[in-house]
């Protein structure tokens, strides 16, 4: 078969490769293990390196279809068989790479940065895989597969993305989340979009498996979406070849990720792995993933040096989104971080709390998850293990807007290091300089 992308088996039982959109598939037929998406990669070494950087830097902030977008500026990379006239795009991805200058100099790392994954259309990282999964969807359809709508388990930034995406593709979506664990702000997003909500009784965890069980039924018209779908991560991959791509092709000491379902872990050594093999990169970052105290499966097998996996029961945290016990990628994350010499971390309330909280001071505006990756990283910095000179990327996954609550319960409390709260004066010019000390 000569086809340019392809699903192969992720357990190695054989090396066959699955066409892409002939069936519905999300395992391997032999051994039932989690899929991955090949690339011909000798077909794309023909390109030189040259070649493709300038290609990919010819693309970004264009507006031809579908290359304005940061993933499919990438087409080549990501899912070649896709007909253009099929992709669902808002051209995600191409999200601000900055330098945190303040923060940097206070933590004593210089050189550091923030990927704002969050500047994105839903205000997620999860919009650089939803496009290729909602376009796939309507490949699928568009090649006569009975596919009638497209479901997903969310601790709420996936369904937003994914109602976003099927809305613009005019394709039915429904949403799994868990009751009353999800903020006011990720509950709006799939209702503005129209998608079908169904409010579980249960955790995340309980969702997922919900959601698996219903679209794993034999003749199922309901496509999954959540991140065990391999389609996801070849958008998501782009965000490390964008890093890159923005450091003009030059490659960071550390990459700090917050992770719960881990997709975006696997999704990170996807893209590095796809530099090297295209002989754009040589040199490999190290991946720290960080985790919420509470819901920390992976740190935990960390701890045994990945020996042991055991799923947890997630506790509550600020830190929602990530509040997994049991993660669907476990096993590739667990693989790019060996490959990546990764390391895990965790952070408690209070330690996601206060390093949210000292990033906005700088003029950041974290969420949560990006709070538990800058904990991570002043853990990395007092290890010695992040020195000075070293380039740090944190990868900020949502926009702190979604979390205003996060940030209310934060000011509003009574412990923080950082807190503010607004002063209630009369409508004077003394009133003004007396409540300024001025
Ligand atoms: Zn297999």
């Known amino acids: 078969m000569g086809d340019a992308s392809f699903f192969y088996c992720s357990q190695g039982c054989s090396s066959e490769k699955l066409e892409l959109f002939r069936e519905v598939r999300y395992r391997c037929p032999r051994c039932q293990g989690l899929l991955e998406v090949g690339h011909d990669l000798d ?9 493709w950087k300038a290609t990919f830097d010819a693309r970004v902030g264009r507006t031809e279809w579908p290359f304005g977008s940061g993933v499919w500026g990438k087409k080549e990379w990501v899912c070649p068989e896709i007909d253009d006239n099929n992709i669902t795009s808002f051209f995600e991805g191409n999200s601000n790479l900055f330098w945190a200058a ?15 994954c969050g500047n994105s259309h839903t205000g997620s990282f999860k919009d650089l895989g939803m496009t290729v999964l909602v376009s796939a969807v309507a490949e699928m359809r ?9 479901a997903c388990a969310s601790t709420g930034d996936t369904s937003a993305a994914l109602a976003a995406y099927a809305a613009a593709a005019n394709i039915p979506s429904v949403v799994f989340l868990p009751e009353n664990k999800i903020t006011p702000a990720q509950l709006t997003q799939p209702l503005a979009h129209g998608a079908r909500v169904l409010s579980i009784r249960s955790d995340f965890d309980g969702c997922m498996a919900l959601v698996k069980a219903v679209a794993e039924k034999p003749e199922s ?6 991140s065990m779908n391999p389609l996801r991560i070849e958008g998501q991959k782009t965000v490390a ?31 590095f792995d796809m530099l090297e093999a295209m002989g754009i990169t040589t040199k490999r970052p190290r991946i720290c993933v960080g985790q919420a105290e509470r819901a920390n499966p992976l740190y935990r097998s960390f701890l045994t040096g990945f020996a042991e996996f055991e799923p947890i029961e997630a506790q509550e945290t600020a830190a929602s989104a990530i509040r997994i016990g049991n993660p669907v990628s476990i096993h590739r994350a667990i693989k790019s971080l060996r490959r990546y010499d990764g390391v895990v971390e965790q952070a408690t309330e209070d330690e ?11 003029g950041l505006f974290n969420c949560p998850h990006t709070g538990v990756a800058l904990a991570a990283l002043e853990k990395l910095i007092a290890r010695g293990l992040v020195e000075r000179h070293h380039r740090v990327v944190v990868v900020s996954t949502a926009h702190g807007l979604k979390f205003s609550e996060f940030k209310a319960n934060y000011h509003g409390g009574t ?6 709260q607004p002063l209630s004066i009369e409508a004077t010019p003394e009133a ?5 000390g001025l």
């Open 352 to 362: 996601l709390n206060e390093a949210a909280a000292r990033g906005d001071k700088t």
């Open 432 to 436: 003004v300089f007396k409540a300024l």
């Open 221 to 226: 018209p309901i496509y999954l979406a959540n």
């Open 142 to 150: 568009s090649r006569g597969l009975p596919i009638q709508a497209i």
């Open 415 to 420: 412990v923080g290091n950082y807190r503010n």
């Open 241 to 271: 070849i964008e890093m890159v791509q923005q450091f003009d092709w030059r490659v960071p000491d550390w990459v700090i990720i917050p992770g719960g379902n881990l997709g975006n872990v696997s999704a990170l050594g996807a893209g």
């Open 102 to 116: 303040r923060l940097g100099a206070e933590l004593g790392v210089e050189d550091l940065w923030i990927k704002l």
């Open 43 to 51: 077909a794309l070494k023909s390109t030189p390196p040259e070649v």
